[in-house]
């Protein structure tokens, strides 16, 4: 079984920074894409991110300039970097990624979603 697991969020105040990480485990051959999505109350599911298996990004236009997204291939670890955090950043962040993986009938690729962690920007 594939997993997703979130870590970083919390409260920070406006202007702030944030570092969010997403680490995959399991029997993992290889992770493709990977995105960070947000979704703030009453908000549709966002992306915000996204880095292929050949580092290339792409960004929301809200958070570009202020946000990086990075990977460490030997860590299976995919990690986002927040500057200058607005309260309209707050939302619960969302990691996904397309994971093949080794079971007992052969190989798969899998769409793999983490449970989200809590981004609060608030004074």
């Known amino acids: 079984q594939v997993q997703l697991v979130e870590s970083g969020g919390g409260l920070v105040q406006p202007g702030g920074p944030l570092r969010l990480s997403c680490s995959a485990s399991?029997?993992?051959?290889?992770?493709?894409?990977m995105r960070w999505f947000r979704q703030a109350p009453g908000n549709q599911l966002e992306l915000v991110a996204t880095i292929t298996s050949g580092v290339s990004t792409n960004y929301a236009y809200s958070v570009k300039g202020r946000f990086t997204i990075s990977r460490d291939n030997a860590k299976n670890t995919a990690y986002l970097q927040m500057n200058s955090l607005k309260p309209e950043d707050t939302a619960v962040y969302y990691c996904?990624?397309?994971?093949?993986?080794?079971?007992?009938?052969?190989?798969?690729?899998?769409?793999?979603w983490g449970k989200g962690t809590q981004v609060t920007v608030s004074s």
């Open positions: 399991g029997s993992i051959v290889s992770i493709n894409a």
């Open positions: 996904n990624g397309q994971i093949e993986a080794s079971t007992n009938r052969g190989r798969f690729r899998y769409d793999v």
